[in-house]
């Protein structure tokens, strides 16, 4: 069945049913309302939103319209992570054309609905509507564990680099994907699921937020693009150690000597960067559910930006730099 067969409404019911009827006592109205409505006693409230162009930033060619859905939520998901957050409710607008098949629509709200369901946020809303190609936009809501959250905007020269998990994978999967690349079934699977499968740093956000930590930010773009945007809002630079990089060992086996490239500047990662005292990361490190490895240094110079050196300090030049909108690599 089309979407065009079973109209708007039709389809908002059928999703309806998917995402559930939620059982937090603090919402008031769910979705089939002109809006939701909730209560909080929250300190601090977190908003986030992201869209998803078909052909821009997913295919159906290369990803189950499933793991779409997980994707997208994912991705969403990261954001209220990155600020340390705690993420309530979504909403979901979709756009698409209306040969759609409705399978297809109700698979993208089941993979939606089971990575939130993880972290126990409801879609409690949206919009459905015609467009060309599919549209995804996802309005994450959250909220603080008290009044600290973390920004990008709070580094301080002499705190620590660090990163959550092991780099490049989301992007070596993206590129055995879309290359057709063949390798052995575990390392196939361990790419694939990286790509398709991110898994939002929420808990560990949470805990660097326990240990005063105040800067950090996802890495979605590229290691070196989103550190940038953490050195531009903060006035400071930063110093790259790249023999430190925690490159996934599946990526370096795979890959060879362009592994550390898409560490460096493939995103899809979802991992979190983040700086602080090295007292504060040895902490960290033992209490997080995950590897943390210190990569490098926050400078004052700020003119500097993001420097990369190598295990001898001399300086190293990447061949990429992450992605951004509108700009033509």
């Given at each position: 069945?089309?979407?065009?067969?079973?109209?708007?409404?039709?389809?908002?019911?059928?999703?309806?049913?998917?995402?559930?009827?939620?059982?937090?006592?603090?919402?008031?109205?769910?979705?089939?309302?002109?809006?939701?409505?909730?209560?909080?006693?929250?300190?601090?409230?977190?908003?986030?939103?992201?869209?998803?162009?078909?052909?821009?930033?997913?295919?159906?060619?290369?990803?189950?319209?499933?793991?779409?859905?997980?994707?997208?939520?994912?991705?969403?998901?990261?954001?209220?992570?990155?600020?340390?957050?705690?993420?309530?409710?979504?909403?979901?607008?979709?756009?698409?054309?209306?040969?759609?098949?409705?399978?297809?629509?109700?698979?993208?709200?089941?993979?939606?609905?089971?990575?939130?369901?993880?972290?126990?946020?409801?879609?409690?809303?949206?919009?459905?509507?015609?467009?060309?190609?599919?549209?995804?936009?996802?309005?994450?809501?959250?909220?603080?564990?008290?009044?600290?959250?973390?920004?990008?905007?709070t580094a301080r020269p002499g705190e620590q680099i660090a990163v959550s998990g092991r780099l490049g994978t989301g992007a070596a999967g993206l590129k055995m994907l879309t290359g057709k690349l063949q390798f052995d079934p575990e390392a196939a699977h361990v790419l694939r699921d990286a790509f398709l499968h991110p898994y939002p740093r929420i808990s560990e956000g949470q805990l660097l937020v326990s240990y005063g930590v105040k800067t950090a930010i996802d890495i979605s773009d590229g290691l070196i693009s989103d550190l940038k945007q953490i050195c531009k809002q903060s006035q400071v630079g930063a110093r790259i150690e790249i023999d430190r990089l925690p490159v996934e060992p599946t990526v370096k086996a795979n890959f060879g000597e362009e592994a550390l490239e898409l560490a460096l500047s493939g995103g899809e990662d979802y991992e979190l960067l983040f700086t602080a005292s090295t007292e504060v990361i040895e902490e960290i490190k033992r209490a997080a559910p995950c590897p943390v490895t210190v990569i490098g240094e926050i400078i004052a110079d700020k003119k500097k930006g993001v420097t990369l050196v190598d295990s001898e300090g001399k300086p190293f030049n990447p061949g990429g730099a992450g992605w951004e909108h509108f700009i033509t690599r």
């Open positions: 069945m089309k979407a065009s067969e079973i109209g708007e409404f039709g389809l908002i019911d059928l999703l309806a049913k998917i995402a559930g009827t939620p059982t937090d006592r603090e919402l008031i109205v769910g979705i089939g309302d002109d809006a939701a409505a909730w209560q909080s006693d929250a300190p601090t409230q977190l908003a986030s939103v992201d869209s998803f162009i078909q052909d821009v930033h997913f295919s159906p060619d290369i990803a189950p319209w499933e793991d779409v859905g997980w994707k997208t939520m994912a991705a969403s998901l990261s954001d209220i992570a990155a600020m340390g957050g705690v993420p309530r409710y979504a909403l979901v607008s979709l756009a698409l054309p209306g040969d759609t098949e409705v399978d297809d629509v109700t698979a993208l709200y089941r993979g939606m609905t089971r990575l939130g369901q993880e972290f126990e946020t409801a879609i409690i809303g949206g919009n459905i509507s015609s467009a060309p190609v599919v549209i995804i936009s996802i309005t994450v809501l959250g909220n603080s564990r008290d009044k600290s959250i973390l920004t990008r905007s």
